[in-house]
Structures are given as structure tokens and as C-alpha cells.
């Protein structure tokens, strides 16, 4: 049974930063690549980072492009995500998952963590 537990979001001041983590189970972890999501309020669910299976090329929505920085500990079946600079458009609930082009299909998603970001 697959899980995914994020933590680490906060109310924080713009400007802050923020570690984000996600403890994966039930996945061969390091086979798939992974992903941040992002839903902000009223908004739908985005991606904002991605993680390949290689552990090292990464992709980044143009929003957080240079803040934001995604990485795993394959030993931890972890993912994190550190994010600076924030600014308010930052707010929202982050999840992580695995990443495919269908992303929006995935049954299985873990509650979030809530990032505040005060102007």
C-alpha cells in the first residue's frame, strides 16, 4: 500500500524560506520520478518541481524557477523540497507524488502540507 506523507509547510514571512519534506512507503522509490504539486485557493493542483529518475535532472515551473529546489535521499525514500525567496503567490497546499503526464489521474495523493506565505 503506497503512502505519502508531507510535512514541513508553515505560515512564514515573505521573503522566508522552507523545507518541505515527503516520506515515502510503498514504492520502489528511486525507479520513478517525483514531483511537487501545488494547489493555491480557488486554483487547481500544479506541478512546481520535478525530480527524474536519474536523482539529478529537475525541472521547475517558471514561477518558482531559482527559488525552489527539489531533491530525494534514496536511503530515506524522502523528498524534499527547499524553497526561498517566497512570496505570497507561493501560498497553497504542497503534495508530492510520483510524476507522469497524466498526474492529474493519480488516485492516491497524501494530505499536504499548508505553506502560508504573509505579505
Known amino acids: 500500500q503506497v503512502q505519502l506523507v508531507e510535512s514541513g509547510g508553515a505560515l512564514v514571512q515573505f521573503g522566508g524560506s522552507l523545507r518541505l519534506s515527503c516520506v515515502t512507503s510503498?514504492?520502489?522509490?528511486?525507479?520513478?520520478?517525483w514531483a511537487w504539486y501545488r494547489q493555491a485557493p480557488g486554483k487547481e493542483r500544479e506541478v512546481v518541481a520535478t525530480?527524474?529518475?536519474?536523482?539529478?535532472?529537475?525541472n521547475y515551473a517558471d514561477s518558482v524557477l531559482g527559488r525552489f529546489t527539489i531533491s530525494r535521499d534514496e536511503s530515506k525514500d524522502t523528498l524534499y523540497l527547499q524553497m526561498d525567496a517566497l512570496k505570497p503567490d507561493d501560498t497553497g497546499v504542497y503534495y508530492c507524488?510520483?510524476?507522469?503526464?497524466?498526474?492529474?489521474?493519480?488516485?492516491?495523493w497524501g494530505q499536504g502540507t499548508q505553506v502560508t506565505v504573509s505579505s
Open positions: 510503498g514504492f520502489t522509490f528511486r525507479r520513478y520520478p
Open positions: 507524488n510520483t510524476f507522469r503526464l497524466d498526474w492529474a489521474s493519480i488516485a492516491d
Open positions: 525530480l527524474f529518475s536519474d536523482g539529478i535532472n529537475t
